[in-house]
């Protein structure tokens, strides 16, 4: 099993510039999870997707974020216009139920954003 | 109040020593409770699962009181190789994770 697949693992843009994050989650598992993690806030549930579907975005910072999840096997999150606030590794993360209830996240291994 | 709280750390303790890490929630209707352990610029992977009948698993004993809303994680006989960021995940039952703070470890020799 080749695990949480993450693309890019490094990213420098410049500020206003548009990022996108793609993410390969292990097959089988049904939810989906971005996370983003800085030394200030800590590890940050952004969204995260159940069968595909948008479960809770509550935790994207605005509307400056988007993710989609258009199939079973890929995700993206999108930054447009990015800024320097949003540096941070960013991670992906898959799990699937257990009675009903979910289990462990695995998760990739993150990309290393930087905005300039 | 955070929904999830690590003791705030960090702990340096010399080889062999037995630490212990606390985690309060707030939330009474969650789920399932975990550690994670997260290595230096590494991503975190699942320590172990917490029961509430609490587990064992080698030199680490994971603790859950439901009453209380508290979780531990014990560790014997430390390791180097223990040194990392520890960290407290609580679940509900729509599916939802929540990390603590973590709280960072380092085992001297």
């Known amino acids: 099993d080749a695990g949480v697949i993450q693309s890019p693992r490094h990213e420098v843009t410049e500020m206003g510039q548009e990022v996108t994050l793609r993410c390969k989650p292990i097959?089988?598992?049904?939810?989906l999870f971005w996370y983003r993690q800085t030394m200030m806030r800590g590890l940050e549930l952004l969204i995260y997707?159940?069968?595909?579907?948008?479960?809770?975005d509550s935790g994207m910072p605005e509307d400056r974020f988007s993710a989609k999840m258009p199939n079973a096997s890929f995700s993206t999150l999108k930054i447009q216009p990015s800024e320097p606030r949003d540096s941070a590794v960013y991670f992906c993360?898959?799990?699937?139920?257990?009675?009903?209830?979910?289990?462990?996240?695995?998760f990739g291994p993150g990309t290393r954003l930087l905005v300039l | 109040r955070k929904e999830v709280e690590q003791d705030p750390g960090p702990f340096n303790v010399p080889e062999g020593a037995t630490v212990a890490f606390n985690c309060t929630y707030s939330?009474?209707?969650?789920?399932?409770f975990f550690w994670y352990r997260q290595d230096c610029r590494k991503e975190p992977k699942l320590l172990m699962s917490?029961?509430?009948s609490g587990n064992e698993d080698g030199r680490f004993t994971a603790q859950l009181n439901r009453a209380s809303q508290y979780i531990s994680l014990l560790i014997r006989d430390s390791k180097l190789s223990d040194s990392a960021t520890y960290l407290c995940?609580?679940?509900?039952?729509?599916?939802?994770?929540?990390f603590g703070d973590g709280t960072t470890l380092t085992v001297k020799p």
């Open positions: 939330n009474s209707a969650s789920q399932s």
């Open positions: 097959s089988g598992h049904n939810s």
């Open positions: 993360a898959s799990s699937s139920p257990f009675g009903g209830i979910q289990e462990t996240q695995y």
């Open positions: 917490v029961y509430s």
């Open positions: 995940v609580v679940n509900t039952n729509a599916g939802k994770s929540t």
């Open positions: 997707f159940n069968n595909n579907v948008p479960i809770d």
